[in-house]
Each structure stands twice: as C-alpha cells, then as structure tokens.
C-alpha cells in the first residue's frame, strides 16, 4: 500500500514560521514530483509549491520569499518551510506525490498522484 503521511500544522501567530513534512512510502516506490496544495475554507484546492526529481522547483506568487520546500530523494520526503506567516496562509495543506510502483522489474503499475490526509495550518492572533 502507498501512502503519503504528513506531519507539522497547527496554530501560529502572523508573522511567525512552520514546518511541514511528508513521508512516502510503500515497497516498490520511486517518487518523482512532489508537491504541497492548501485549501482554504469555500476555495478550490491550489498548488503552493512543487519540486522535481531534479530538484526544480515552482512557487506560487503568493508565497515566493516565504516558503521553501526541500527533498530528500533516499529517504523520500518533502518539506516545506514557511515563514512570515499571513492569515491568508490558513488552509489545509496536502502533499502531493507523483509514484510509480513496481512489483518487478517487467511489472510496473501505471504512474499515478497520491494524496496525503492533510494538515491544518492556522495563522492568526
């Protein structure tokens, strides 16, 4: 079974920092793209942040210079640290991962996107 497990969350004051990680695991994974959506309450999921297998990275406008996500490729986890926290940063965050697994070396299940639970990031006073 494949899952995506985050970790982090919680309540900050405005201007303060969080950090969230997400582990993948599953036998037989290889993780390319990994990535971090949030969604707040009455809006559509959005992605905040993405990096690739090598180490390219994408941010959303509204979070450049505060956030920064980071791989570890052996150990298979992303992290995203954010800082200078706004109020619009509340939402809940999903990590996001492209996995493709393989049972054998001719027998691979199709890539696909994985999902974890999600986190609750609150930034208020």
């Known amino acids: 079974q494949v899952q995506l497990v985050e970790s982090g969350g919680g309540l900050v004051q405005p201007g303060g920092s969080l950090r969230l990680s997400c582990v993948a695991s599953?036998?037989?994974?290889?993780?390319?793209?990994m990535a971090w959506y949030r969604q707040a309450p009455g809006k559509e999921r959005e992605l905040v942040t993405a990096i690739s297998s090598d180490d390219n990275t994408y941010y959303a406008d509204s979070v450049k210079g505060r956030f920064t996500i980071s791989r570890d490729k052996v150990k298979k986890t992303v992290e995203l640290r954010m800082s200078s926290l706004k109020p619009e940063d509340t939402a809940v965050y999903y990590c996001?991962?492209?996995?493709?697994?393989?049972?054998?070396?001719?027998?691979?299940?199709?890539?696909?996107?994985?999902w974890g639970q999600g986190t609750q990031v609150t930034v208020s006073s």
């Open positions: 996001n991962a492209g996995i493709l697994r393989c049972y054998s070396i001719e027998s691979c299940d199709p890539r696909r996107d994985y």
């Open positions: 599953g036998r037989g994974i290889s993780v390319d793209r």
